[in-house]
């Protein structure tokens, strides 16, 4: 059962636009939720977190929105550059369960310049 | 600085073969992650380990084993491979709560 959900496979946005990856999630006590972008034959690279004490989080061009009782979180990208096109995963864990993340199915985004 | 290095990059098992996957860190990082990629599916984490000497058993761990008796290493074992453990297996470490550098996966495929 995917407790960690991205339910768009793939996104492509214009170069200089801003991008917006969407993940939901199903298990309310998830409190701490990470974003990672993977190149082709490449292992994930860390992006961004919050924590759930937090509804938003900025670093540089990378923002994270957490919406808690939507159980939902968006990375948004402003502005897209074409080195950006990379899969985007979003992951939650929940307190008390060790170093446990639960990863989304990932989001293919293509930035066109 | 090597940051987290995997070895081998590709291997073809038969069904019933042992092999080990190696993972390697030079950041002296605590924490260190095995997790595997199928297609259409997110990481999954096998087994992870919190420090030297110390292995915890994650989401997927049955048919795996691990061993972390170096600070800088962490093993990965396959026993008795089977078809279903073909995949693209990553290891990650970090000193922070959440994995934070992966290396570059090791593609895994059992005949």
Redesign the interface.
């Known amino acids: 059962d995917q407790q960690v959900k991205q339910n768009s496979p793939s996104l492509s946005v214009q170069e200089g636009r801003i991008s917006i990856l969407n993940c939901d999630y199903t298990n309310s006590m998830f409190d701490y939720f990470l974003w990672y972008k993977k190149y082709p034959a490449e292992g994930p690279t860390f992006l961004i977190s919050i924590s759930s004490i937090k509804d938003k989080n900025e670093d540089g061009r990378f923002t994270v929105f957490l919406n808690k009782s939507a159980k939902h979180l968006s990375l948004h990208i402003v502005p897209s550059q074409p080195g950006d096109s990379a899969v985007y995963f979003c992951a939650a864990s929940a307190p008390n369960t060790g170093n446990q993340f639960y990863f989304g199915t990932g989001t293919s985004l293509t930035v066109i310049p | 600085n090597a940051g987290?290095t995997q070895t081998p990059k590709f291997r073809v098992l038969k069904t019933g073969q042992s092999m080990t996957l190696l993972c390697a860190q030079d950041m002296n990082h605590e924490?260190m992650?095995w997790y595997r990629q199928d297609p259409?599916?997110?990481?999954?984490?096998i087994h992870?380990s919190?420090g030297e000497g110390t292995t915890?058993k994650?989401?997927v761990p049955d048919g795996y084993n691990v061993s972390r008796l170096k600070k800088q290493n962490f093993l990965l074992g396959l026993e008795s491979a089977a078809p279903s453990q073909t995949s693209v297996y990553?290891c990650?470490s970090s000193n922070r709560?959440?994995?934070?550098?992966?290396?570059?996966?090791t593609r895994l495929l059992v005949l």
Do not use: D, S
């Open positions: 987290v924490y992650y259409g599916m997110g990481l999954r984490l992870y919190v915890a994650g989401e990553f990650a709560k959440h994995p934070e550098y992966f290396g570059p996966g």
